[in-house]
């Protein structure tokens, strides 16, 4: 079984919906993060979470919320998506020890 | 600030030639990590290798080996024998300080039969 999760892997939503995007991980880390990708840009920061009562704006925070319900699950909101909101988005995970993260497998959002 | 520089949009390679791909790096902190990363079509991230600051001496794995040039802040990719399958986009990435990670633009290289 993949140690990181996401779902869904592939959305089509319209502009004003609210989504969620979710993650699971089983690697026992308590560091995650989130990221979009788009072509060009690299992968930009959305959000983290340190521990389970630790939040932080990343680079590209506006438009976006996230939800850390346990130390295996941080979910990412669009409350109102808009179609420069399309992107592919990952969740990642790290042990805090500067190591590598673990990426899941990405999540393609289309807002048309 | 710190910051992840790639230069080379897109690289070609032919099969079985080594390819270098170019990565420079800048912050204060004097301990930080640096990683490659390499992302199929499929878009999965895959895990390449890791150059710690304080390392002594360049990192391999396989067929990976990280060019680390500290006083250049420098972290080059060497990809040797190329196959068709490491045609892919490649990002250089790099944590320090508060362990945020930040990434490069990335480089698509395509290896040619």
């Known amino acids: 079984d993949a140690d990181v999760t996401q779902t869904p892997r592939n959305r089509i939503t319209k502009t004003g919906k609210r989504i969620m995007l979710e993650c699971s991980q089983t690697?026992?880390?308590?560091?995650m993060y989130w990221y979009r990708q788009d072509p060009g840009l690299g992968l930009r920061l959305i959000y983290y979470?340190?521990?389970?009562?630790?939040?932080n704006k990343g680079e590209i925070s506006d438009g976006y919320s996230v939800s850390r319900q346990a130390q295996a699950k941080f979910s990412l909101s669009l409350e109102s998506a808009i179609p420069n909101q399309t992107a592919l988005y990952f969740c990642?995970?790290?042990?805090?020890?500067?190591?590598?993260?673990?990426f899941g497998p990405g999540t393609r959002l289309t807002v048309l | 600030a710190q910051k992840i520089t790639q230069t080379q949009p897109g690289m070609f390679v032919q099969e079985k030639e080594a390819v270098t791909l170019d990565c420079t790096y800048d912050?204060?902190?004097?301990?930080?990590?640096l990683f490659w990363y390499k992302q199929p079509s499929s878009g999965e991230m895959i895990f390449l290798i890791y150059?710690?600051?304080?390392?002594?001496q360049n990192a391999t794995e396989g067929r990976y080996s990280l060019n680390f040039q500290k006083a250049r802040k420098s972290a080059n990719l060497v990809i040797s024998a190329s196959q068709l399958g490491d045609s892919a986009m490649y990002f250089c990435?790099?944590?320090?300080?508060?362990?945020?990670?930040?990434f490069g633009t990335g480089t698509r290289l395509k290896v040619l039969a």
């Open positions: 150059q710690g600051s304080y390392d002594q």
């Open positions: 690697k026992g880390h308590d560091r």
């Open positions: 912050t204060s902190d004097p301990s930080y990590g």
């Open positions: 979470s340190f521990d389970v009562k630790d939040i």
């Open positions: 990435a790099m944590t320090s300080g508060t362990y945020k990670y930040i």
């Open positions: 990642a995970t790290s042990d805090g020890a500067g190591n590598e993260q673990f």
